[in-house]
């Protein structure tokens, strides 16, 4: 099993990326999903975020109120470092512990779905191929006003606040353009999809991981067959 690292940037359509990849049964870890995870009230993460930020994050359910804390790392960018290293470690320890359950269940491939993979340039080591899933500018900015109702000044700044698209297409191993039409869009991924499948990666870490266990195996034999001789 190797692993590929997905990312795109605000508005771009890395969700319906991720919805054609899911509905061909691949594996997909999101690192949204967990990082709303691990910032619940029963976890450590949460009361570090309070103890930071204080409770005027907080919704009336006692739960961090996503937006308000947005605002604040937007317009912060050492509260944003300061909350990366709060989350991070936790969000990482969860996916690490998916992929396991993946590689189990004999997945070829697994994917990370990580919004921002190379502005941290942390994980992008591990993966095996890298896709950023690209829109045009103003498809992009059309898109974002749409979706979250902001003026176009607000929109820009947003898009502006991340690593230009252009940019990434450059680190990316693959680039899937979504700026046209869904059926396009899921052409292009129906394409990648073929290419990992048929690729013989996966062979080689399994190959691996099956020499390491057994060499461990035969080590605890070894030290067995001493002790109890």
Not at 9 to 36: H, M, N, P, Q, Y
Not at 152 to 162: G, L, P, T, V, Y
Request: glycine content about 6%; hydrophobic content about 45%.
């Amino acid at each position: 099993m190797f692993l590929v690292g997905l990312s795109g940037g605000i508005a771009s359509g890395k969700s319906t990326v991720v919805t054609v990849f899911r509905e061909l049964g691949c594996a997909v870890i999101d690192a949204d999903v967990i990082a709303r995870q691990v910032v619940q009230p029963r976890f450590l993460a949460y009361q570090q975020i309070v103890h930071n930020f204080g409770s005027e994050i907080l919704l009336e359910s006692g739960e961090i109120n996503r937006e308000a804390l947005g605002n604040i790392i937007f317009s912060h960018p050492e509260k944003r470092q300061l909350l990366n290293a709060i989350t991070h470690p936790k969000i990482q320890k969860e996916m690490l512990k998916q992929i396991f359950k993946y590689f189990v269940l004999g997945y070829r491939y697994v994917i990370l779905d990580i919004p921002l993979l190379f502005e941290t340039n942390t994980l992008t080591k591990y993966m095996k191929h890298t896709v950023l899933v690209y829109s045009d500018p103003q498809t992009q900015l059309s898109r974002l006003m749409k979706r979250n109702g902001l003026a176009q000044a607000e929109a820009e700044a947003r898009i502006a606040s991340q690593l230009p698209l252009e940019e990434k297409c450059k680190l990316a191993d693959h680039v899937i353009d979504n700026s046209g039409d869904w059926e396009s869009t899921r052409r292009q991924v129906l394409r990648l999809h073929s290419q990992l499948e048929d690729s013989l990666d996966f062979l080689l870490v399994r190959l691996v991981a099956v020499t390491a266990v057994a060499g461990i195996g035969g080590l605890v034999c070894f030290l067995l067959r001493h002790f109890l001789s």
